[in-house]
């Protein structure tokens, strides 16, 4: 099997109202696909991130994959990962990222399994989180609680919310409102998005730790190892982190600090599920679970596959205006706050090109 053609596209459509987190405010909501098509009739779809520099590392990558066969990911990986020509992070392996999930679509195609199963098939539903609790005009601890409760009604055994843009005693009124919102037996999870200085996470925890927080995520900057190091020693808390974390190395450094206790570690981002697989595998040799950031089209597989995932990130209609039109068949949460992958061959995300056409913009 030969790889014949690797192009991308790349969609943007504006939220109705833009939502602001720790440190950044999102006007629009971003998506690429990664089309890798091959001699036999197979195509894989990779899921993107990145945006334009992502895309024209993609063009810059495309000769050296054009003929060589798809199944061989480790070869093509390694291919594509010279530091000395791209560089070690950054968007230049979001971009090997983007077409690592494309080449691994197309095994799982081929071999007629979904991903999760080729990749070990550890079980076919995992815990779920959705995703949310943003900053947005005219949103105050009423309808922070109305979005949480309507998380709940719709399964979520699990919500996040973010904190970081006001003070650790608002935040702190935030969370409680969240945690009287949906009782005591959802788990809360808090994201501050790097926000903080090591002693202000501190501050934010103490205040926090009486509503049985099941995790608090970049509490400081990705490259403040030792501040991740003082919050986890100073509260009850776990510490999850490393969505803005690159390759095995990064996280290998990170585990290394014995500062957190669950790995963010995401596929589109930090290496693509070769690269994903390896931190895993890292993770588990380590007694540390992955509860990856971002896309759950990809991350159900993941999260499904191997024995130390925790917890699957879930972004619903609350976050994203285009949610159940981006693909052709929508993930959902089932009854009992799990998700399980699509039963079909390869990734099964397909995208809905018709709904996403007028919101192309490369
Ligand atoms: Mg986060």
């Known amino acids: 099997m030969k790889i014949t053609n690797i192009s991308s596209e790349e969609y943007r459509w504006p939220r109705a109202k833009p939502i602001t987190n720790g440190l950044h405010t999102y006007t629009h909501s971003e998506l690429s696909f990664v089309k890798i098509e091959t001699d036999e009739g197979v195509t894989g779809i990779g899921?993107?991130?990145?945006?334009?520099?992502?895309?024209?590392?993609?063009?810059?990558?495309?000769?050296?994959?054009?003929?060589?066969?798809?199944?061989?990911?480790e070869r093509l990986w390694n291919k594509m990962w010279v530091p000395k020509l791209i560089g070690r992070r950054g968007m230049t392996t979001r971009a090997i990222s983007s077409i690592d999930i494309g080449l691994w679509d197309i095994r799982a195609k081929v071999a007629g399994m979904p991903l999760y199963k080729m990749l070990g098939g550890f079980r076919d539903r995992v815990p779920t989180y959705v995703a949310g609790g943003y900053y947005e005009e005219g949103k105050g601890l009423k309808e922070l609680a109305q979005e949480?409760?309507?998380?709940?009604?719709?399964?979520?055994?699990?919500?996040?919310?973010?904190?970081?843009?006001?003070?650790?005693?608002?935040?702190?009124?935030?969370?409680?409102?969240v945690r009287d919102a949906v009782g005591p037996d959802v788990k809360v999870l808090v994201d501050a998005n790097c926000a903080y200085r090591y002693y202000e996470a501190i501050q934010l925890a103490k205040r926090i730790e009486e509503h049985d927080v099941f995790w608090f995520e970049e509490p400081v900057a990705p490259d403040d190892y030792a501040g991740h190091r003082k919050l986890a020693q100073a509260t009850s808390i776990p510490i999850a982190s490393g969505e803005n974390e690159y390759t095995r190395y990064g996280f290998r450094d990170l585990i290394a600090e014995e500062a957190v206790a669950v790995l963010n570690a995401d596929a589109q981002i930090m290496g693509?599920?070769?690269?994903?697989?390896?931190?895993?595998?890292?993770?588990?040799?380590n007694h540390i679970d992955v509860a990856p950031h971002g896309a759950q089209e990809i991350h159900v597989h993941l999260v499904s596959a191997v024995p130390n995932g925790l917890i699957l990130e879930f972004y619903s209609d609350t976050t994203n205006p285009m949610w159940g039109k981006i693909y052709r068949?929508?993930?959902?949460?089932?009854?009992?706050?799990?998700?399980?992958?699509?039963?079909?061959?390869?990734?099964?995300?397909d995208p809905n090109y018709e709904a996403l056409a007028p919101y192309r913009v490369a």
Not at 272 to 285: F, H, N, P, R, Y
Not at 329 to 349: H, K, Q
């Open 47 to 73: 899921l993107g991130r990145g945006g334009a520099i992502a895309l024209a590392t993609i063009e810059k990558l495309k000769p050296e994959l054009i003929g060589e066969d798809p199944i061989n990911v």
């Open 148 to 177: 949480m409760e309507y998380n709940v009604e719709m399964g979520a055994r699990a919500v996040k919310m973010k904190v970081g843009a006001v003070s650790t005693r608002e935040d702190a009124d935030r969370v409680k409102a």
């Open 272 to 285: 693509g599920v070769t690269e994903w697989m390896k931190v895993a595998a890292l993770a588990q040799a």
């Open 329 to 349: 068949e929508t993930l959902r949460i089932n009854s009992d706050g799990t998700v399980s992958p699509p039963d079909v061959p390869g990734i099964g995300a």
